[in-house]
């Protein structure tokens, strides 16, 4: 049984159609990458699987279960979790605090090791006590990458993690989300830094004005036709001449 | 640990000096103005804890404040219960009430909800000076009083502003605090983490109407009359300009802030002064936000904690 499935997701803005039929299935222990120019929809596509925007049409199953419309907080309690391209920390909280939140609000004890575990791996270590605002924007795009996994979800949606990491930072969060899906953990990221996406992801879909243009592997991914147009025709951001 | 115990241990060393002090020296005066003080220090608590710690801006706080009033003194004249459980029914009532209200302009965001609670207590005063169920433009006359002792009544009431700062000592401290911290910052990223947002406002805003109904109906029996002109804009800008003044999501903030400004007012008791009292605020208001944006107490704690802050 696949862990997300979505079937005919449309959603329209005005005239604009977002998201356009879209159908995908993520087996559980996948990582798959979702790539695509600017407005293509993808962050639409995040917001209609976590429940943030209604669809107008299309379903969505998560294990199983028929989940289309419901609230985003009953989603991220039963383990569909989501981050943002745009960093929300909590402000008035301690980095590591922002960690922790996530599961007392579910009234379970956190797991300090497995937090101070991220925290070491991302390198945060040494700020986990500072508010927030003394972070970098890397070190804050990390921190939102690090609550999506504090929580221990099943699925995780993780939407533009690498943008404006450096690239030891990007190696730190590959390692992090890489032990994530070891554990049995399901991943979909958003990303347009695509060398780096490339490394990490076992699958990737390609959209384009609300629709699917490509499923695959990642190596297949500049032999498409449509993919290379969509992309103003030049094969070379994929790193192949 | 160790910073906690100090906390309350100024709590109680606070509150046992406003205990004792007054009622050793015995000025009836003084101890009236400090009962009135006690009770909008408690409208201030309550205020805090909606607009403070949750970060729900309410400029209608004098809406569950008439509220309880009413509620209370009408309990306590129908069924003839003692005052102190009148006034506890009161709140109960107002509380019911107001979530019902409240119900459907939780999902508003941000000064939405303000604009709200603005307009709920003009609808209220309406509502009341047109029902002579409810003593019309007169109000409620002849609520008995709760003790003809003035120091019981004031210690009664300064029991009530301690329950109010336990109230929310202990709801900070547990999961509710990191929870409305969390929708303060932000609701969308609360919603992703998993928090049930607007059951979560509910909690809070109901917690927050009981205490400032409990603050009213101590109002109504201190007067021994209740009217409309309880639900005036004044009830409900004090409160928050003690909290703001004292210290917003600071514990005893809204209790300092309350004394500090119930001493202005009732040291600059002349007409003109008493007249132009909004313009007043408003001015009290600017000065806070440029020269204390984290009121007295976040200012004394910035100075004291500065180094032990983990």
């Avoid at chain 1, 696949?2 to 005005?14: A, C, D, N």
């Avoid at chain 1, 049995?184 to 629709?211: F, S, Y």
């Avoid at chain 2, 007249?275 to 806070?288: D, G, H, N, V, W």
Wanted: charged content about 15%.
């Amino acid at each position: 049984m696949p862990i997300l499935r979505t079937e005919g997701l449309t959603k329209s803005f005005g005239g604009i159609v977002a998201v356009n039929n879209v159908s995908i299935t993520i087996e559980k222990g996948e990582m798959v990458g979702i790539i695509g120019p600017n407005g293509a929809g993808k962050t639409t596509l995040f917001n209609l699987i976590s429940g943030m925007e209604k669809p107008d049409q299309g379903r969505v199953y998560f294990n199983g279960e028929d989940v289309t419309s419901m609230k985003p907080y009953h989603l991220s309690q039963k383990g569909l979790v989501r981050t943002f391209q745009i960093v929300r920390p909590f402000k008035s909280l301690t980095v590591y605090q922002n960690l922790v939140a996530p599961t007392t609000v579910r009234s379970a004890k956190p797991d300090h090791g497995f937090i101070d575990r991220i925290l070491d791996t991302l390198g945060l270590s040494n700020k986990k006590n500072l508010p927030t605002n003394l972070l970098t924007h890397g070190e804050l795009k990390m921190l939102e990458v690090a609550r999506g996994l504090a929580s221990k979800p099943i699925l995780l949606l993780l939407d533009e993690p690498f943008g404006g990491l450096t690239v030891n930072e990007i190696e730190r969060v590959s390692t992090v989300l890489k032990e994530f899906v070891e554990n049995k953990g399901t991943l979909v990221i958003i990303e347009h830094r695509l060398r780096e996406l490339m490394k990490v992801v076992g699958r990737i879909i390609v959209m384009d004005q609300g629709k699917i243009i490509f499923e695959g592997l990642p190596a297949d991914v500049p032999k498409s036709e449509e993919v290379v147009k969509a992309y103003l025709g030049s094969s070379k951001v994929f790193g192949v001449e | 640990m160790r910073r906690e115990r100090l906390t309350l241990l100024g709590l109680l060393a606070v509150f046992a000096a406003l205990a004792f002090v007054p009622t050793f020296f015995n000025l009836r005066f003084i101890i009236f103005i400090l009962t009135l003080t006690n009770i909008f220090a408690l409208l201030a608590v309550s205020w805090n804890l909606l607009s403070g710690y949750m970060g729900l801006l309410s400029l209608g706080h004098s809406f569950f404040f008439a509220g309880g009033g009413y509620a209370a003194a009408i309990v306590a004249l129908n069924l003839g219960i003692p005052p102190i459980v009148a006034i506890f029914v009161g709140a109960v009532i107002i509380t019911g009430l107001s979530c019902l209200i409240g119900l459907p302009s939780l999902k508003l965001r941000g000064h939405f909800f303000a604009l709200v609670t603005l307009v709920i207590p003009v609808i209220a005063y309406q509502v009341t000076n047109a029902l002579p169920q409810l003593g019309g433009h007169d109000g409620i006359f002849g609520i008995p009083p709760i003790s003809t002792d003035a120091n019981v009544v004031y210690l009664i009431s300064l029991s009530f502003v301690f329950l109010g700062v336990m109230v929310t000592y202990v709801v900070v401290r547990s999961r509710l605090g990191i929870i409305f911290s969390c929708i303060k910052d932000d609701e969308t990223a609360s919603m992703a983490c998993g928090i049930d947002v607007p059951r979560y406002k509910l909690y809070c805003l109901a917690v927050s109407v009981f205490l400032a109904g409990l603050a009213g109906g101590f109002y109504a029996f201190l007067n021994g009359v209740i009217s409309p002109a309880t639900y005036e804009l004044e009830k409900a800008s004090l409160p928050l300009l003690m909290t703001l003044l004292g210290g917003r999501s600071t514990l005893l903030g809204p209790v300092v802030g309350a004394y500090i400004i119930e001493t202005i007012i009732e040291s600059l008791k002349v007409e003109i002064l008493v007249r132009s009292r909004l313009l007043i605020y408003s001015a009290l208001a600017l000065m806070i936000f440029m020269l204390f944006p984290s009121g007295i107490v976040g200012y004394v704690r910035r100075r004291f904690y500065a180094h032990t802050e983990d």
